[in-house]
């Protein structure tokens, strides 16, 4: 099992049993399998292929479903992937990823790896299996800049890595830095998260203005978490939870709600039209809203009855405030939904069969 391997497609229609929802499973081998990160998007702009990773081989590797056969293409053979740090290219030429302590891209035809960065012998993420410490990355909607968080001993060193020349440099260093992401208008700006009680931060790439953008309700213990910017404006869109999502303006410090519900990981399309988030405590099922207009009607596409693990989220407030939390929460158990392109499907993951497997849902009503 070897990069350039070809496999069948494992691709079945399906029939949600309560929405009627045309779902298709992309994967079915008995292993993990998992799109990248809520956020990241799973496809190249022309929806040419779906990335997701797959445990088949035995050790986490990248994959591709070639969307025109339905092959299912293994584009990586190594034994230091970090998984949720893969980050597919617009244009569809390469997926950028993190193994052991450096990081590389994959060409998707050649197959070719090119090493962008090594970061020596440092741990490169943080312990435990949520936050930063999942090591994701950023890359410009242009593809010009990577953003690559790394851990070096007790401080968190937040590098941009120029993708045509190779160059590389580090803007930022602090305690931690986790699920950075450019602006899509704007290569120039970035999001991160900080600690729990101080989350939400916007830095620019030179490494200017790393300002905090919103301050919690500390006497609420406010939970802020999982955020996107919604694009076209300076607004980060975040999950308040269990209670909704809000909208916090960047720049005037204005805040709002965009729905509330108990929307876990919230997604909005690539023009800011619609949101999709996956749900839990209770679980109702992948939920689409307008971001913009919080009294407007939602809809449950389907259920994608995943196990949705991690006990602490049963909670209304941060439980972090009441003391340190032993946290399990593999997050291939968690749907992460986000949109295609063309907005006409949902990427997501489940692990309702007993083995996690990527799905997409159709999002016509």
């Known amino acids: 099992m070897n990069k350039g391997d070809t496999y069948p497609s494992e691709s079945r229609w399906l029939r949600d049993g309560r929405t009627g929802a045309r779902v298709r499973q992309v994967t079915s081998h008995p292993s993990i399998h998992h799109h990248p990160f809520y956020y990241i998007p799973a496809y190249d702009d022309a929806m040419r ?13 990248i994959f ?3 969307r ?20 597919p290219s617009g244009d569809g030429l390469y997926v950028y990823f993190t193994a052991g302590a450096s990081a590389l891209r994959v060409h998707t035809e050649t197959f070719a790896e090119e090493c962008l960065a090594d970061f020596g012998s440092v741990p490169m993420k943080e312990q435990g299996m949520v936050g930063a410490a999942m090591g994701t990355t950023t890359l410009s909607r242009d593809g010009k800049w990577w953003a690559v968080p790394v851990k070096v001993g007790k401080v968190s060193r937040f ?20 699920h950075p992401e450019f602006h899509p208008d704007d290569s120039g700006i970035l999001r991160y998260a900080g600690p729990y009680h101080e989350r939400i931060w916007v830095i620019h790439r030179d490494g200017s203005n790393n300002r905090l953008t919103y301050l919690r309700d500390t006497a609420k213990k406010e939970w802020i978490v999982h955020e996107t910017w919604r694009p076209g404006t300076n607004e980060i869109l975040t999950t308040n939870w269990p209670h909704g999502v809000m909208g916090v303006d960047t720049v005037t410090g ?10 876990w990981h919230p997604m909005l399309n690539r023009d800011g039209s619609a949101m999709v988030a996956d749900t839990r405590n209770p679980d109702i ?81």
Do not use: M
């Open 49 to 61: 292929r779906l990335y997701f990773v797959s445990h088949r081989t035995g050790t986490a590797q």
């Open 64 to 66: 591709c479903e070639e």
């Open 68 to 87: 025109e056969t339905g092959a299912l293409i293994q584009l990586t053979n190594r034994d230091d992937l970090n998984e949720w740090s893969i980050h």
């Open 159 to 178: 590098h941009v890595i120029d993708t045509q020349t190779g160059g590389t440099g580090i803007i930022l260093e602090r305690d931690t830095i986790g």
């Open 254 to 263: 204005a805040t709002r709600w965009c729905a509330k519900f108990n929307a």
């Open 285 to 365: 099922g992948l939920q689409l809203f307008d971001p913009n207009d919080c009294a407007a009607p939602r809809r449950t596409v389907c259920f994608p009855g995943a196990s949705n693990a991690g006990d602490h989220w049963n909670i209304d407030h941060c439980p972090y405030d009441d003391g340190p939390v032993k946290v399990y929460a593999p997050q291939h158990t968690h749907p992460h939904p986000n949109f295609s392109p063309d907005s006409n499907r949902i990427v997501y993951t489940s692990d309702a069969t007993g083995h996690s497997q990527v799905y997409e849902v159709e999002t016509g009503g």
